[in-house]
């Protein structure tokens, strides 16, 4: 786990520079890690593209996107000149092998500067159809010597199916080691999502409970409230289902549902979340009606203005059978969840923003309240919202002050928002600990792979039968009425965490 020390020497070459991962996330993340003093005494940070800047330009591009979307906003008080020094702009194409020289110079140059042998991290913030051949031409680089660290960090998606994403753990694993290489998915560093593990394994009071014989049924949503945002290229090829749930979606119920690690050793921990993932059963072909429903967004009305539905988004196949939405029921064998439903979902433009897990308790054996109790008569639930707001809370009855015998639900609240004043963002986090070679928080080779076991067959069936009823929800609502089918089979109900 991290240590109170900054990194080591670093520097990041990030492929992609001139790309909106980087304009939106990761060049604010940095610059709040240099803000808190995070930073290596001796860094340095590349944008590489195929776009034309001089570092000037490229230092105007980055502030604007700190601007527009860094928790802080703005420059700070003359902190970005000093920052800035540290960034460049490598203008290269990544399929161009003769150009990589310009990586070996930078690190050339930064050894004689500082007069040590820096940590190499290169970011690959691109299109994933261009990572083997970036990862080929970096490996043969052979900066992976005993002098350099150098390590690999891989956006999602990490494959396009479960038989790209093995190709492509093949390929890495051919030029890096395991410890250099590093899956990112940015939800495993949002605060409230780390915090599960804390929630569960620092208190000794929800272990007894936190199983098959207490549990009725668990719902992960990860709704968002905005549509495409200008990405119909990438979501044609992707949809919800791979997008969404074959990464955060999965990992948060690994985090849920783990058994509890005996350290907090990277592999320790990835370790116990892919025993979750290989426990999930496999859907059959003939039961992915029962178990998954998918959704595309018509055209229609988002927050008083008119929104145009998926098919008519630029880039998108105007007979287009990809969903963005998807919901699915899974379960887990094993001793501790067997016969616990799992219900996640997620979906573009739908109601709010609002990812949260609720675990909803068995209601109590006996009622022995007087019989008009059971009007208000409320089970048990425990809800982790991860975002916007930032709290877990704890759902029980209390009796209504009066000569009564009435029961309330009432919740008791932990706020985020509230105890931490500037919770890191997870790119924040992420970075760090790519710097400081954590992976605890990254995901492991076989832990993608078993994530994509669990979601081929339902992948596999979407693609082999077209959805007939096409456009099937409207923007602003909680997605198609099948997704509600889908959770009242086993007589539950969609629970929609209201925000602040
Ligand atoms: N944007 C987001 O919010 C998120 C993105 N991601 C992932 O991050 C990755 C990047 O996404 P995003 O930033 O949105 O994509 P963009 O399309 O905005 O950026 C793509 C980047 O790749 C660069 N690029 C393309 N071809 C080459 C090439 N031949 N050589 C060198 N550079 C090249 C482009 O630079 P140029 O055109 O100048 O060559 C550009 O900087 C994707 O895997 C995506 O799934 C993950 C989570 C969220
Ligand atoms: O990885 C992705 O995540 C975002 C949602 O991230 P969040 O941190 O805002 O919840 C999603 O919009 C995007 O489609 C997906 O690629």
């Not at 753990?169 to 080691?177: I, R, T």
């Not at 780390?194 to 199983?211: G, S």
């Amino acid at each position: 786990m991290k240590t109170n020390k900054r990194p080591p020497a670093s520097i990041l070459f990030i492929f992609g520079g001139s790309g909106d991962l980087n304009y939106r996330k990761l060049t604010p993340a940095l610059y709040n890690l240099f803000l808190d003093e995070w930073m290596p005494d001796n860094f340095a940070i590349a944008g590489i593209g195929r776009s034309s800047y001089s570092n000037e330009e490229y230092h105007g591009h980055l502030l604007d996107g700190i601007t527009k979307f860094s928790r802080r906003k703005g420059e700070q008080n003359g902190h970005w000149k000093d920052f800035s020094q540290h960034v460049s702009y490598l203008q290269m194409d990544g399929d161009d092998a003769a150009a990589y020289h310009k990586i070996t110079d930078l690190v050339k140059e930064k050894e004689a500067e500082w007069g040590q042998h820096p940590n190499v991290i290169f970011y690959l913030a691109v299109a994933p159809q261009l990572v083997p051949s970036i990862a080929t031409k970096l490996g043969a680089l052979n900066l992976c010597s005993d002098v350099h660290c150098t390590r690999i960090v891989v956006e999602k998606p990490f494959g396009h199916d479960l038989k790209s994403a093995h190709e492509l753990n093949a390929l890495l694993s051919s030029m890096f080691k395991e410890e250099q290489i590093f899956r990112i998915d940015h939800y495993l560093g949002k605060e409230t999502v780390q915090n599960i593990l804390a929630l569960r394994f620092a208190n000794a009071l929800f272990e007894p409970i936190w199983n098959r014989n207490y549990i009725d049924h668990i719902q992960i949503t990860a709704a968002e409230s905005v549509g495409l945002e200008g990405r119909g290229g990438y979501f044609e090829n992707s949809g919800a289902l791979r997008d969404m749930v074959q990464n955060h979606i999965l990992q948060i119920l690994c985090m849920v549902a783990m058994e509890a690690p005996v350290s907090f050793d990277a592999n320790e921990i990835r370790n116990k979340k892919v025993d979750v993932l290989n426990a999930i059963r496999r859907i059959t072909p003939d039961k992915v009606g029962e178990h998954a429903v998918r959704g595309q967004y018509s055209k229609g009305w988002k927050k008083g203005e008119e929104v145009v539905g998926y098919r008519e988004e630029k880039g998108v196949n105007p007979e287009s059978a990809i969903d963005t939405f998807a919901a699915a029921k899974f379960y887990i064998d094993n001793w501790r969840w067997q016969g616990v439903p799992i219900y996640v979902r997620t979906g573009k433009y739908l109601n709010q923003k609002a990812t949260h897990i609720t675990l909803q308790f068995k209601s109590a054996p006996h009622n022995a309240f007087p019989s008009e109790s059971a009007d208000t008569w409320h089970s048990n639930k425990l809800t982790i919202s991860i975002q916007p707001e930032m709290d877990i809370s704890i759902r029980f009855q209390v009796k209504r002050p009066g000569q009564t015998m009435t029961l309330d639900p009432v919740d008791m609240t932990f706020s985020y928002d509230t105890e931490a004043d500037h919770a890191p963002e997870a790119y924040e986090t992420l970075l760090l600990d790519a710097m400081e070679g954590d992976a605890t928080l990254f995901m492991r080779g076989d832990q993608v792979e078993a994530a994509w076991k669990v979601i081929m067959p339902i992948l596999e069936h979407w693609e082999s039968h077209k959805p007939a009823d096409f456009p099937n929800y409207t923007p602003d609502s909680w997605g198609p009425e099948a997704a509600d089918k889908l959770i009242a089979q086993e007589g539950h109900t969609w629970i929609n965490v209201p925000s602040a």
